[in-house]
């Protein structure tokens, strides 16, 4: 399947990058929240996220000032910004990047179902609810996949495509065309607990969490001799704060009840959600966030 427009619902951590990446492979994409202010947000995100990477391509000489003043242009001119679904009635394909919660998701599926095309397939940016469960509200289950892509996906190349129990094999392979068409390294898999990359992920971040607490470590040097070591871009507690401590809570407590105690829950991050301190995105979380 050929998608020729693309949407995303949900403005917030990830909205904005999804809606640039797609853009930046000149498909058009809308991005629908039910804020006007989170809306906004996404196209500032996706914006700033295009003038970075054409600013880095006229540094090294690849582009003129002009030719990239051009190309913001045209990948701008892609994504267009919505409280509504009125602009859902052409969609091919809709990736949700609402808050983790089911009933959150099932109520955006319901609505997608009633709002886009027979044909349209409905994806989740999910990290590690089921797809079967969200499909379950719609008349579509069969055109229902995990979409998940990493932080930032502006530029993390790799996307999980998931496959729930009623998920097609035409949609799989469509969705898995999708991210090749938007320059992404897809991989497909099964609905199981963490999917790939966060049982992989979680479990060594785990352990660096047990550590830290069961040691007293200051988590400041942990993070700082990660990043020296250049065995991660950044250290474990400084990017649970840009993915949202809240996202990572829910993620780390899923995998601990799907397989046991070998998937430890940081105890500090616990308590940080519970005062409401989710990173970044609130300005404090195991660090302070300049606002």
């Not at 990239?68 to 809709?94: K, Q």
Request: charged share 25%.
């Amino acid at each position: 399947m050929f998608v020729s427009k693309a949407a995303v619902v949900g403005g917030g951590t990830m909205g904005g990058e999804i809606a640039q990446a797609i853009a930046a492979a000149d498909i058009p994409v809308v991005v629908k929240d039910i804020d006007q202010k989170f809306v906004d947000a996404a196209l500032e995100k996706a914006k700033a996220v295009t003038e970075g990477q054409l600013a880095r391509l006229v540094k090294k000489e690849k582009l003129t000032q002009e030719q990239a003043d051009a190309r913001l242009a045209e990948v701008m001119g892609n994504v267009t910004g919505t409280t509504s679904y009125e602009e859902f009635g052409d969609v091919d394909f809709v990736i949700e990047a609402v808050p983790e919660k089911m009933e959150i998701k099932q109520a955006v599926f319901r609505e997608l179902d009633a709002a886009t095309p027979g044909h349209a397939i409905l994806a989740s940016n999910t990290s590690a609810l089921s797809i079967t469960e969200m499909g379950e509200t719609t008349l579509r289950a069969d055109k229902v996949v995990g979409f998940h892509f990493f932080y930032p996906a502006s530029v993390m190349p790799l996307v999980e495509v998931i496959v729930g129990e009623d998920t097609s094999q035409e949609t799989a392979t469509a969705a898995y065309n999708f991210a090749q068409a938007i320059k992404k390294q897809p991989i497909v898999c099964g609905e199981i607990p963490g999917f790939v990359v966060n049982r992989i992920l979680m479990a060594t971040i785990g352990e660096i969490w047990r550590a830290q607490e069961e040691q007293g470590l200051s988590l400041q040097k942990i993070d700082e001799a990660i990043a020296a070591a250049q065995v991660a871009p950044m250290g474990p507690f400084f990017l649970t704060d840009l993915l949202g401590l809240d996202t990572v809570l829910h993620v780390a407590e899923h995998l601990r009840e799907a397989y046991g105690d070998r998937f430890y829950v940081h105890a500090r991050m616990r308590e940080l959600v519970a005062q409401g301190k989710l990173g970044a995105k609130t300005g404090e979380g195991f660090y302070e966030h300049g606002r």
